[in-house]
């Protein structure tokens, strides 16, 4: 989001980094985010900080990566702006490697659990809700 220029709307953000393509294609992407109708045409700095969130994914998507590696992206968002952020990601056709602390998020989400613990990464057999148990018990 630092990235942004707050004077461009999310369609110009596109338009500058990709001049060749017709702002069509962009608005169509950033409706898969909820950035869609004028919204897509207001100034950045008029969006709250859920809806540059959302400008951003749809700029980082753009270009198709095969991999999206998230540190706690739903720091800062409301609950509509993570779920908007849960619909798209569900959408993404790569693979996703998420850190968080939003077992919603995570819940709705993930189909894997890695477990970081001194420096080695574990693969937990289960889901959320079975690794806080065997939090619990190791208590």
Partial sequence: MDQLDLRL???EQLMTKYPELHADKFR???GSFGISGNMALRPMYLLSGGQKSRVSFAM???EKPHILMLDEPTNHLDFDAINALIVALNNFEGGLVVVSHDEYFLSALCDRLFVVNKKH???FEGDLNSY???LVKKL
């Fill in 121 to 123: 990464v574990k693969a």
């Fill in 132 to 134: 806080r148990k065997s």
């Fill in 60 to 62: 980082i998507t753009w």
């Fill in 28 to 30: 169509s992407h950033l």
């Fill in 9 to 11: 709307s999310a369609v």
